[in-house]
């Protein structure tokens, strides 16, 4: 067999790479050993597919027999060297297999070894792969081992413990960065027990270790609770390792169940109950943490001595209460549809169950009120005891209620009320047979009544729609329930099914559904679908909604060109349109419509149909202010009554002249709506202005400011000056030098009128 090269290779020195270049040939690297000395070498960055790799001793025989290294690489464990020296690592690639890998060798010192004992812990170090951990420790006959491995930074080792006679104790556990616990186990002579530390391949690390002579397992007897209130009885253990068990008498057909909480211990524990031939009484045992952990009913298989085992995990140690009760038999009992009882249970885990007779296709509901359980479960079982639907999740005091499903078949049901967590109490339960849902039809402008009797009974009334119509609904007369807000929702569906009106709230208050556009010919569909149990009565009434009124003005003038314009019917719009040049300035107020304060939304809409303002909620005597306009051509107002609003809207459109722009001299100005005023005047940077405003004037209300020369930017505060109120403006003036300031003059909601007199000083 050919050789295509030899790569010398040194112990603890730099990594080689072995290349074999020729298909049928091998290559090797050699290294000095001597006599005694440990070695181990890993293989990495391997390109060959397969290859048998061995090491060969001085005399050419196998220090180790050939082994197959696959791309993935290869770690050999230690290795001692039997003489001295010159030893060769032979690569060897199968079949006709070419490529190259990388060897480090390594000269593994002696492992860290030294004495352990309970009195505290202790830190193993290896720091050459191949090197492993071994602490001894002096142990007693029959007495308990337990370890706990803290503070890790392997990613992966191997802990062991070794008899006297070098046999293992227990088989192996593997531990990582978060550590492990070694559970304890019986030492079965008196002697030296060696702990061995093993990393994972190439791992180097620490580990801190400690040992505990685990005393026997306190045992305490524990009473089964027959009547409420009883206490718990503590379960409480000391060493790392330790379990605490809790014995009681019981027997053949008693039913138990246990409540542990008040854990003191940090990691949850494991709790179960042992039968007196100490098999699990449930599987998988009960996990306890931080907050309350309940079994369920258990009933026992025979007469004799029970343990409840607490089982701490890893070294924890600690403390917890444990509850023991007798479970009488679950309360039974029939319930009559339509006449709600009361179910009580008074242990925990005792369940109630209460049986009805179904038929086929029979719909029924469930309602859960008056509830003082901690939270409670309640299903409905059908004839063969499986769930006829998800059960309902009853937290305290709040109730629940199933709606509506079919029975699928005749027989005996049951409802059964499952409280949790061990909780006690009480909750009313009520069963309805659900008929079937109110149907009818609406007829435009014709007043339905609907009656719902029985909780979980809907109503769904169709209205033969034609494409193009406008309709808008109104609920009314409402006494389902007692919320004003949140007793029913409604919606209302398409021919096709799909949604004309999203699913919508309400309450005794009632509602209304603003107009809505019908884009197909044919059935359309209203749903109320009350909430939980609620029942009661309701009026619905389905509106045709004529074409939006309209109105135009006349020519815009600067006092006010007054438009009425009139709805009369709940969801129709009004429009008003007017025409304009660009540049032109308008403002135009909202005199009147209803009484209230959001009776009806208005918007501003340009020749190109483009929003110049949005929709606002617009009280008498709104005033919208002044705008210039962009385009010449008709301008339009769209009006949108709120609710069922109907009514007269009277509006004034104005032209409003440019600002009036001079000298504040002390003369008043006279402004018409939505004009403002700019006074000038001259001051220097330093100088505090004060303008002082007369008496009289007719507007009634504006707001004055003392502003740059940009007519823009604010210099101080600014006052509310009314005839009867009109305290003084007062800035001091920014701008270095001398420069023009001006008083802004602005009458509020479009006033209009004469101002006062205004006077000017500067200090």
């Known amino acids: 067999m050919a050789t295509t090269g030899s790569y010398p290779i040194v112990a603890d020195g730099s990594p080689v790479v072995v290349t074999v270049s020729s298909a049928g040939a091998t290559s090797n690297a050699p290294f000095a050993g001597s006599a005694g000395q440990r070695i181990s070498l890993k293989i990495s960055n391997v390109t060959i597919t397969s290859t048998k790799v061995s090491i060969l001793k001085p005399d050419g025989t196998n220090l180790v027999t050939p082994f197959t290294v696959l791309k993935s690489g290869y770690y050999l464990d230690v290795k001692t060297l039997p003489t001295t020296g010159t030893y060769k690592i032979l690569v060897n690639p199968k079949y006709d297999y070419t490529g190259r890998m990388t060897l480090r060798l390594y000269t593994v010192p002696p492992d860290p070894s ?39 930074t392997y990613n992966n080792a191997k802990f062991r413990v070794y008899s006297p006679d070098s046999s293992l104790l227990s088989t192996a556990i593997t531990f990582s960065r978060a550590g492990a616990f070694f559970e304890p186990k019986i030492l079965p002579a008196a002697g030296s027990y060696t702990l061995q530390i093993d990393p ?23 009473t089964a609770c027959t009547s409420l209130p009883c206490a718990p009885t503590a379960a409480t253990t000391g060493t790392p390792g330790q379990n605490a068990g809790l014995t009681f008498a019981g027997t053949t057909g008693q039913r138990i169940s246990v409540l542990a909480g008040n854990s003191t211990y940090a990691v949850p524990l494991k709790l179960s109950v042992l039968n007196p031939d100490a098999s699990q009484l449930f599987s998988p045992p009960l996990t306890v943490g931080g907050i309350d952990a309940f079994v369920e009913p258990q ?15 890893l070294a924890d140690v600690g403390s917890l ?31 109630a169950l209460y049986t009805f007779t179904g038929a086929t296709n029979q719909r029924v509901s469930l309602n859960l009120s ?21 059960p309902l999740f009853v937290p305290n005091t709040f109730g629940s209620f199933m709606e509506p499903v079919k029975l699928p078949v005749n027989g005996t049901y049951r409802v059964k009320v499952d409280p949790q967590a061990g909780s006690t109490g009480f909750t009313d339960v009520g069963l309805y047979v659900v008929p079937a849902d109110v149907t009818g039809s609406l007829t435009a402008n014709v007043v339905k009544h609907v009656s719902i009797t029985t909780p979980g009974q809907n109503s769904v009334l169709t209205y033969a729609g034609t494409n193009g119509q406008r309709i808008t609904v109104d609920v009314t007369n409402v006494t389902l329930g007692t919320s004003e807000c949140c007793s029913a929702k409604i919606k209302i569906t398409r021919p096709d099914g799909s949604a004309l009106q999203t699913s919508k709230s309400f309450g005794t208050l009632g509602t209304y559904i603003d107009s809505k556009v019908l884009n197909a010919t044919g059935t ?8 939980d149990e609620a029942v009661g009565d309701l009026d619905v009434l389905l509106r045709l909604v004529p074409a939006d009124a309209a109105a135009t003005s006349g020519a815009l003038a600067a006092g006010g060109t007054t438009v009425n314009v009139t709805t009369t019917a709940p969801g129709q719009g009004a429009k008003v349109s007017f025409n304009a040049t660009a540049g032109q300035r308008f403002a135009f107020k909202l005199v009147s ?41 008709t301008y339009k107002i769209l009006l949108d009554p709120q609710g069922s609003s109907v009514g007269t809207a009277s509006l004034a459109l104005y032209a409003v002249p440019a600002d009036i722009v001079t000298t504040l001299s002390g003369s008043p100005v006279t402004l018409t709506p939505g004009q403002n005023a700019y006074l000038s005047f001259t001051g220097n940077g330093g100088q505090t202005a004060t303008i002082t405003p007369g008496s009289g004037g007719t507007v009634n209300l504006a707001k004055a400011s003392i502003v740059k020369s940009d007519k823009k930017t604010g210099v101080g505060g600014s006052q509310f000056w009314s005839p009867s109120f009109a305290d003084p403006v007062a800035a001091t003036l920014p701008v270095t030098g001398s420069a023009t300031y001006y008083l802004f003059y602005d009458p509020i909601g479009g006033d209009s009128g004469t101002s006062m007199s205004f006077s000017l000083g500067l200090s």
């Open 114 to 152: 030294g004495p352990i004992t309970t009195a505290g812990p202790v830190t193993v170090t290896t720091t050459v792969p191949g090197q492993n951990g071994t602490l001894t420790f002096a142990g007693t006959l029959n007495h308990r081992l337990a370890v706990n491995l803290t503070d890790s």
């Open 200 to 222: 994972t391949l190439t791992a180097v690390g620490s580990v801190t270790v400690q040992v505990y002579d685990v005393p026997a397992d306190p045992s305490t007897a524990i």
């Open 299 to 313: 009933t026992l298989p025979a007469n004799g001595t029970y343990t409840i085992l607490v089982n701490p995990q």
């Open 321 to 351: 209460d444990v509850q023991l009760y007798t479970v009488p038999a679950d309360v039974s009992g029939a319930i009559t549809p339509g006449t709600p009882l009361t179910a009580t249970t008074t242990m925990p885990g005792q369940n």
């Open 370 to 390: 008056n509830v003082s359980y901690g939270s409670a479960k309640v299903s409905i079982l059908k004839p063969d005891l499986t769930q006829l639907a998800p």
């Open 524 to 531: 359309y569909k209203v749903w109320i679908d009350p909430v």
């Open 593 to 633: 419509f209803g009484a209230g304060f959001c009776d009806v939304k208005v918007a501003l809409f340009d020749p190109n149909n483009t929003k110049l303002t949005g929709y606002t909620c617009a009280p008498n005597d709104s005033f919208f202010d002044t705008r210039t306009l962009p385009l010449t051509g």
